[in-house]
């Protein structure tokens, strides 16, 4: 391996595969999440207009300063991202690397400062841009990674859910419209105006600041909250589904490595450290890996009586998970 290489490998074991065994890559990691919610901050201090103005340049310095970071940081994750699939060429995997969800929120938490230098960006709306940075916190937050697989999984079925609420949405806007138009003209005088209180209904806030005042109104408003009680459940109940059939198969994922690794009887060093990678990728506890560890050990292992039909000698045979003795 030449001296290239091996300073590209290394590179990708401290930003893809941070471990607290590695005092470099943990404080780096710990240095980039602290780097991504100070930038959460100073956007939420700049909207307040005596701090802006008195701390206008060190605003702008730390804002340089995250650029300059996160910029190098992205840089490098497309220069070593190669190493992780040495079967591509490292144009083909720069490319796939680059269309990936994560590298997107990478260089989305950049390109709103680059841009700003070559177009006229309202500072307002690169505030906002800027706010993209927080999406980072993916990368280092198992729990929010799972949630955003879970969301990819479950599109389809979002969608339809969403477009149902659009549906009732429309309904719920001109019920309201023809049985309240006459009596609140300013707040039911068209559909579009309607539209407030039938999402306001539908997904069960109920601001209160406008309400049907007839009794047909009353009706219908009735009605469209029971279906909004409903139609509220149904995405949560969807993600919830969703999160538990993923984190289900994440543990069989794991359990399946535990058995390939436990074939000859033991977890050497190399499989060991296979493992404890792919537990941290699938963002399982120690303690829930360690009881799969077990449960894999316990019936991998069965210890059954025997007796010898010649001496009558009676012995305990051991024997794998599955087989007969």
């Known amino acids: 391996m030449t001296r290239r290489h091996h300073l590209r490998r290394r590179v990708f074991e401290i930003l893809e595969r941070p471990s607290r065994a590695d005092k470099l890559s943990w404080a780096l990691e710990l240095a980039l999440i602290a780097l991504i919610i100070a930038n959460v901050v100073a956007v939420a201090l700049e909207t307040v ?30 220069w070593a991202c190669v190493e992780a699939e040495p079967d591509l060429t490292p144009l083909q995997a720069r490319l796939r690397y680059a269309r990936s969800p994560i590298a997107l929120v990478d260089l989305a938490a950049v390109l709103p400062f680059y841009l700003a230098l070559f177009m006229p960006f309202n500072i307002h709306m690169l505030r906002m841009l800027r706010l993209l940075r927080v999406y980072k916190l993916t990368r280092y937050s198992p729990a929010l990674g799972v949630l955003m697989n879970v969301i990819r999984e479950e599109s389809a079925t979002l969608l339809a859910a969403f477009s149902i609420l659009a549906i009732l949405l429309v309904f719920a806007a001109t019920g309201a419209y023809l049985v309240e138009h006459k009596a609140q003209p300013e707040n039911f005088g068209s ?27 009353r009706l219908f408003g009735a009605l469209v909250t029971v279906l909004g009680v409903g139609m509220a459940a149904l995405p949560a109940g969807i993600l919830a589904s969703g999160l538990a059939d993923h984190l289900h198969r994440r543990r069989d994922h794991l359990r399946t490595q535990f058995r390939l690794a436990l ?37 991998r292992q069965r210890v059954l009586s025997c007796t010898c039909p010649e001496c009558g000698h009676r012995f305990d045979l051991q024997t794998e998970e599955g087989d007969t003795p």
């Open 49 to 78: 207009g005596e701090i802006h103005a008195e701390y206008r340049t060190q605003f702008h310095l730390f804002d340089l300063l995250s650029v300059s970071v996160f910029t190098a940081e992205y840089v490098l994750r497309l």
């Open 191 to 217: 559909i579009p105006a309607a539209m407030w209180w039938a999402i306001v209904t539908l997904t069960t806030v109920g601001y209160g600041d406008v309400t049907p005042i007839t009794a047909a109104g």
């Open 263 to 299: 074939e000859d009887g033991k977890i050497d060093l190399s499989e060991g450290r296979k493992i404890e990678q792919l537990r941290r990728e699938l963002a399982i506890s120690r303690d829930v890996a360690r009881e799969i560890y077990d449960e894999i050990r316990l019936r």
